[in-house]
């Protein structure tokens, strides 16, 4: 098979249009062509009077292959290499079912693969099933009511089943492909194995997340929603089980493996962890706001004249700047005709993030729009400085919003001019509990809205009129990722003081060790093979 690249055809193009392109490059009969899979489809919106699709297609047909390798650019055509995820042998011993701490995306893959070696994993998981959850989420957006335990950020699928779906990377971990063919085979467009900006959307990650709960279950592992854990047994520095409650029972749970898939927001639980004396560090994060623009408009200028065409559809943009003097600055989940949504999970507390379904219909597009903290910003040395960094900024929002959960948001030309909104202006902002006109300089440290201000006329000048003045900004965008990290070695486990402990895994977000929908999965991939090594820290 050969796998043919930079094919570059017209945004009204068609199938034979490019295996025409193909027959062309291979100096061969189209006829010749058996079949045409895509590897990867990006969009070159670069010129606004030239925007096209660029393929990397692979080709199965009745040519000389090793003739046609020879005489063509190798960066044109290529051999065609088929990744296939290399099953680990499994050399655990013990006979005790693992535990899973979390059914976000690191969670669910790894106890999927726990499953299918017949490991038979108890999962626990805080939150609610999907479908409760989602009845949760939308109560709460209707009518402010929020409940801790089943929201936006705690519950079936975790924090990404509330956001676009979105499968962006920025990790080279091989691992990656499988995950998108996990997901496709639970129900994912097939788009999102080839498309330059996959995403699932919430609408349709719902249904994947069930399906995927369902094979786990007809595998022997069961899964138990509303159970959160409250405490390690732990003897002679080996994990002995786990303490978790459910339904107002105390449960002990006799286990030698737990992967603690704990996800960013579960602070209860990571001060748990601190008090049982595992190590964890600070680590950097970002805060800021969401800026929202109406959809039309950024179609427009990332598309031209194509703006609006059906094979395009809404358009993206990904941007980042480092102001003089100051840090970087960056777009982060931009949503598409998408929704800025409350994502709260803890009373008296504020955050936003942004969501889209797969259509990315709606009338506004969002992003984040972030600025790097690091250590040295954080209130003090302590390993959880950054987590109550993240507090004291999302309590402020929560009482300048009016605490009631509406949203604090100010215009783009009041924020640059350092006055308080009093009133909007023409684009609507989407925020389901509401926003009220607010000044965010009195929620987010100077450093972060002296950066943002700097980086809003930067990025202007790289997609023209994104400062315009009515766009509004939402605020606090402050869960983008974890501020800790749970330290762990090269066998994935973890420590207290100078001490291993053998048979505890922090894994994906919660844990520090991902950013993201894919790169949480392969870190419960990663985990997944260190168990079934069977490895301790100890020698």
Same mark, same amino acid.
């Given at each position: 098979?050969?796998?043919?690249?930079?094919?570059?055809?017209?945004?009204?193009?068609?199938?034979?249009?490019?295996?025409?392109?193909?027959?062309?490059?291979?100096?061969?009969?189209?006829?010749?062509?058996?079949?045409?899979?895509?590897?990867?489809?990006?969009?070159?919106?670069?010129?606004?009077?030239?925007?096209?699709?660029?393929?990397?297609?692979?080709?199965?047909?009745?040519?000389?292959?090793?003739?046609?390798?020879?005489?063509?650019?190798?960066?044109?055509?290529?051999?065609?290499?088929?990744?296939?995820?290399?099953?680990?042998?499994?050399?655990?011993?013990?006979?005790?079912?693992? @535990?899973?701490? #979390?059914? $976000?995306? +690191? %969670?669910? /893959?790894?106890?999927?693969? =726990?499953?299918?070696?017949?490991?038979?994993?108890?999962?626990?998981?805080?939150?609610?099933?999907?479908?409760?959850?989602?009845?949760?989420?939308?109560?709460?957006?209707?009518?402010?009511?929020?409940?801790?335990?089943?929201? @936006?950020?705690? #519950?079936? $699928?975790? +924090? %990404?089943? /509330?956001?676009?779906?979105? =499968?962006?990377?920025?990790?080279?971990?091989?691992?990656?492909?499988?995950?998108?063919?996990?997901?496709?085979?639970?129900?994912?467009?097939?788009?999102?194995?080839?498309?330059?900006?996959?995403?699932?959307?919430?609408?349709?990650?719902?249904?994947?997340?069930?399906?995927?709960?369902?094979?786990?279950?007809?595998?022997?592992?069961?899964?138990?929603?509303?159970?959160?854990?409250?405490?390690?047994?732990?003897?002679?520095?080996?994990?002995?089980?786990?303490?978790?409650?459910?339904?107002?029972?105390?449960?002990?749970?006799?286990?030698?493996?737990?992967?603690?898939?704990?996800?960013?927001?579960?602070?209860?639980?990571?001060?748990?962890?601190?008090?049982?004396?595992?190590?964890?560090?600070?680590?950097?994060?970002?805060?800021?706001?969401?800026?929202?623009?109406?959809?039309?408009?950024?179609?427009?200028?990332?598309?031209?004249?194509?703006?609006?065409?059906?094979?395009?559809?809404?358009?993206?943009?990904?941007?980042?700047?480092?102001?003089?003097?100051?840090?970087?600055?960056?777009?982060?989940?931009?949503?598409?005709?998408?929704?800025?949504?409350?994502?709260?999970?803890?009373?008296?507390?504020?955050?936003?993030?942004?969501?889209?379904?797969?259509?990315?219909?709606?009338?506004?597009?969002?992003?984040?729009?972030?600025?790097?903290?690091?250590?040295?910003?954080?209130?003090?040395?302590?390993?959880?400085?950054?987590?109550?960094?993240?507090?004291?900024?999302?309590?402020?929002?929560?009482?300048?919003?009016?605490?009631?959960?509406?949203?604090?948001?100010?215009?783009?030309?009041?924020?640059?001019?350092?006055?308080?909104?009093?009133?909007?202006?023409?684009?609507?902002?989407?925020?389901?509990?509401?926003?009220?006109?607010?000044?965010?300089?009195?929620?987010?440290?100077?450093?972060?809205?002296?950066?943002?201000?700097?980086?809003?006329?930067?990025?202007?000048?790289?997609?023209?009129?994104?400062?315009?003045?009515?766009?509004?900004?939402?605020?606090?965008?402050?869960?983008?990722?974890?501020?800790?990290?749970?330290?762990?070695?090269?066998?994935?486990?973890?420590?207290?003081?100078?001490?291993?402990?053998?048979?505890?895994?922090?894994?994906?977000?919660?844990?520090?060790?991902?950013?993201?929908?894919?790169?949480?999965?392969?870190?419960?991939?990663?985990?997944?093979?260190?168990?079934?090594?069977?490895?301790?820290?100890?020698?």
């Amino acid at each position: 098979m050969l796998r043919i690249s930079n094919i570059k055809m017209p945004v009204d193009h068609t199938e034979d249009d490019v295996k025409n392109s193909v027959a062309k490059v291979l100096k061969a009969d189209k006829n010749a062509i058996n079949d045409i899979k895509i590897f990867k489809r990006s969009i070159d919106s670069r010129r606004k009077d030239d925007i096209h699709f660029v393929y990397t297609v692979d080709v199965t047909a009745d040519v000389n292959e090793a003739k046609i390798l020879k005489a063509s650019d190798p960066k044109k055509v290529s051999e065609s290499v088929i990744y296939k995820y290399p099953k680990p042998e499994n050399k655990r011993t013990s006979k005790l079912r693992p @535990v899973v701490v #979390g059914f $976000g995306p +690191a %969670g669910m /893959f790894c106890a999927l693969m =726990l499953a299918r070696e017949g490991l038979c994993p108890l999962v626990i998981e805080r939150g609610a099933d999907v479908d409760q959850r989602t009845r949760d989420v939308h109560n709460f957006w209707d009518t402010r009511k929020l409940n801790t335990e089943s929201n @936006v950020q705690f #519950g079936e $699928g975790g +924090a %990404g089943t /509330f956001s676009d779906g979105k =499968l962006t990377t920025g990790i080279k971990d091989a691992r990656q492909t499988k995950i998108f063919e996990e997901f496709i085979r639970f129900g994912a467009p097939e788009q999102i194995m080839y498309s330059n900006y996959p995403h699932i959307g919430t609408d349709k990650l719902v249904h994947v997340v069930k399906n995927l709960r369902e094979e786990i279950l007809s595998l022997g592992g069961e899964i138990h929603f509303g159970a959160k854990l409250t405490d390690l047994i732990i003897y002679n520095n080996f994990i002995q089980g786990i303490t978790y409650t459910e339904n107002g029972r105390s449960i002990d749970f006799e286990t030698d493996t737990v992967v603690l898939a704990i996800g960013h927001s579960a602070r209860d639980t990571v001060e748990m962890l601190y008090d049982k004396g595992i190590n964890m560090i600070q680590k950097p994060f970002s805060v800021g706001t969401r800026i929202e623009h109406p959809r039309e408009f950024i179609d427009e200028a990332q598309y031209g004249k194509f703006a609006g065409h059906p094979a395009l559809g809404a358009a993206n943009y990904k941007m980042a700047c480092h102001p003089e003097h100051g840090r970087g600055t960056y777009t982060f989940c931009m949503c598409p005709g998408g929704t800025v949504v409350a994502a709260s999970s803890e009373e008296g507390m504020l955050v936003v993030n942004g969501m889209s379904e797969y259509a990315r219909d709606k009338e506004n597009s969002n992003s984040a729009l972030l600025v790097g903290i690091n250590p040295e910003d954080f209130p003090s040395e302590h390993p959880l400085a950054g987590m109550h960094l993240q507090r004291q900024i999302e309590s402020k929002a929560f009482e300048l919003g009016g605490k009631d959960y509406t949203a604090p948001c100010q215009l783009v030309k009041d924020f640059l001019n350092n006055e308080k909104s009093t009133k909007l202006g023409a684009i609507k902002p989407s925020c389901p509990t509401g926003t009220t006109p607010s000044d965010i300089r009195e929620i987010l440290p100077q450093k972060v809205t002296d950066n943002l201000a700097d980086a809003l006329l930067k990025m202007n000048n790289m997609l023209k009129g994104f400062a315009m003045p009515e766009a509004v900004l939402t605020a606090p965008e402050s869960r983008s990722s974890s501020p800790v990290r749970i330290i762990r070695d090269d066998f994935y486990q973890c420590s207290r003081g100078d001490t291993p402990l053998g048979g505890l895994y922090p894994c994906g977000e919660g844990a520090g060790y991902a950013g993201g929908i894919v790169s949480a999965a392969v870190d419960g991939i990663r985990c997944f093979e260190a168990i079934l090594s069977n490895e301790t820290p100890f020698v």
